[in-house]
């Protein structure tokens, strides 16, 4: 599994968001980029998470900070959970997951005793630089996405 380290050269990627554009960390060069992955769509604590990134996108913008939620959804997916909740941030699809894979946020779970691979909610900040800022892994939604958005305006 990949272990991003932070001041190292962030993984480069190119996915296609809802609006099936194709967008690829060399795009946001010069710009400090949020890359936030989540498990699913339209899921109780994704959504959450999702809302409290749109409801702050404003002030994302205003600070010239790119915001990026990232899950192996389909585009169709991200369409539709886009509408249902008035999602502003970008949202991407990696349905190959080697996005998910670079970043080394594609881990093994367990729930009730059953093993799988999906998933570890985690956040990345990009520097201007190409370079990881910081990184939050494990994250719990609840205040996350303000915690971000300091972390990102002290860059």
Known sequence: MAR??????????ELVDQNAKRHALKDYAGRVVVLFFYPKDDTS???AESKDFSALKADFDKS?????GL?????????KFRRK?????????????KTLEA???WVEKSMYGRKYMGIERSTFLVGADGK??????KVSVAGHAAEVLAAAKAL
Request: aromatic share 6%.
């Open 71 to 79: 899950s192996p959804d389909p585009v169709s997916s991200k369409v």
């Open 4 to 13: 991003i380290e932070i001041g190292k050269r962030a993984p480069a990627f």
């Open 132 to 137: 990881v800022a910081q990184a939050w892994r």
């Open 103 to 105: 970043y080394g946020v």
């Open 85 to 97: 909740h008035d999602l502003t941030v970008r949202l991407a699809a990696d349905e190959t997951r």
């Open 64 to 68: 010239g900070v790119e915001v990026v």
């Open 45 to 47: 604590g994704c959504t």
